[in-house]
């Protein structure tokens, strides 16, 4: 498998850093080139056209020059990427699958700065270094401009790299470095009739149960905290531009998103790894996620509650808990969560698939009273959360143990707060 550690730039001397800034600006020109001969032969053509083609329509472009040729061949390939992706989604939209608008590629902002990549036969690492491939054209230019060097982290020293990305941040003001690495998977040979179900939401981030009689509750409000933040500094700052006369995103919000998305990043990860490896020391073999696609899409919670729920990234928890159990051997499984929040658990209630053509109308059992509480049909309350957390492991996965589940589901979870 592959992982990727992310690292930023730092203490790198002023003329190699300004020499990277330089090619990520012929990368956002090549993009545009490529772009142009793609978009400029389907309105002419109504056709595609191919990779093999436009790379010999943009080969003799001096910005394909002034960069290496497998970071410019990379270029001309994310252009062919972006373009079958958009036919891919007309295709679907054609057939009915996918109802959202299919937007044909733009072009990047003039001026900009676009993502260098590095595949592995452009990757050469010396004395814990990796060297920044410079094209004849380029290092032409820069006479005085022996090498770029950037230190690799001793995390993944001595690791097969398959590629590498460098990433400028906020136009150029930072510059971050993505390591794609080959890694070993760990399959711990654990009990896969151990079930841990997992319920996402706001002010609980993960509603945790197992059928070994356990529970417990990853805290989501340091999320809506760092998201409290964030929205106050920029309509702080909005207000400020707006009386400056300013137009668009200023370097400060700029800033302020993203030390936010680097926050709440860290959160996920930290909240993931929890996850797991509280499976690995319980021999918890089978995760089950609940999932509700385009569950955000028209929510109505009111204007506040929708701006804190929008803000946070579900499904990166849902992406990185994937991850983390591909690497060591767990089963990972994602159901569909209609009703579970309604049905009771206890009380066997049955759970359908919502439709929206055919609503389900029939009671449930139970009922949840207030924030937090859910009154079963024996006026036994319980955790809500935990209770959709039992009801997503009973759609996910078949012969469960329903003791195990009910212990989880009565005992009082333990909250988790992620530092």
């Not at 009771?344 to 439709?355: A, Q, T």
């Not at 059992?365 to 079963?376: D, E, H, M, N, V």
Request: net charge positive; hydrophobic share 35%.
């Amino acid at each position: 498998m592959y992982l990727t550690q992310t690292n930023y730039i730092r203490h790198l001397p002023k003329d190699q850093y300004e020499a990277i800034l330089e090619m990520c600006s012929y990368a956002n020109n090549l993009y545009n080139v490529g772009l142009y001969q793609i978009r400029q032969h389907f309105f002419a053509a109504n056709k595609y056209l191919r990779y093999e083609e436009n790379y010999h329509l943009c080969k003799d472009n001096e910005n394909y020059k002034l960069l290496q040729a497998g970071i410019s061949q990379q270029i001309l390939r994310t252009c062919d990427h972006a373009f079958r992706s958009f036919f891919a989604l007309l295709s679907k939209k054609k057939s009915g699958s996918y109802d959202k608008n299919a937007r044909i590629p733009h072009y990047r902002t003039k001026g900009g700065k676009y993502l260098l990549v590095l595949s592995a036969n452009a990757i050469s690492i010396r004395n814990g270094n990796l060297i920044v491939p410079m094209s004849r054209t380029f290092s032409k230019q820069h006479p005085d401009l022996d090498s770029i060097r950037i230190p690799v982290p001793d995390r993944i020293s001595g690791k097969h790299i398959a590629e590498a990305r460098i990433v400028p941040v906020l136009n150029g003001k930072a510059l971050k470095i993505q390591y794609c690495y080959e890694q070993e998977e760990e399959p711990q040979n654990l009990n896969a009739d151990n079930v841990l179900a997992i319920d996402v939401g706001l002010d609980n981030l993960a509603s945790c149960v197992t059928t070994t009689g356990t529970s417990f509750i990853v805290d989501g409000r340091k999320l809506k905290s760092i998201n409290q933040w964030y929205n106050k500094q920029l309509a702080h700052y909005a207000s400020i531009k707006d009386h400056q006369n300013v137009k668009g995103f200023t370097v400060r919000m700029s800033l302020i998103t993203d030390k936010r998305n680097r926050r709440v990043t860290d959160y996920m990860h930290k909240a993931a790894r929890h996850i797991v490896d509280y499976c690995i020391a319980n021999d918890i073999g089978t995760l089950i996620v609940g999932h509700n696609a385009d569950q955000k899409r028209a929510v109505n919670m009111g204007k506040a509650n929708n701006q804190k729920f929008v803000q946070i990234p579900f499904d990166q928890l849902r992406t990185y808990l994937k991850t983390l159990c591909e690497r060591y051997g767990i089963a990972y499984i994602e159901t569909e969560e209609s009703y579970t929040s309604k049905a009771s658990f206890l009380d066997g209630d049955e759970i359908p698939v919502y439709d929206a053509k055919h609503p389900y109308t029939s009671s449930f059992s139970g009922k949840r009273i207030k924030r937090g509480l859910y009154r079963t049909k024996e006026n036994t309350l319980v955790n809500a959360d935990i209770n959709g957390a039992c009801n997503i492991a009973k759609k996910g996965k078949q012969n469960l143990s329903f003791e195990g589940l009910c212990s989880g589901l009565l005992a009082s979870p333990l909250r988790i707060r992620i530092a």
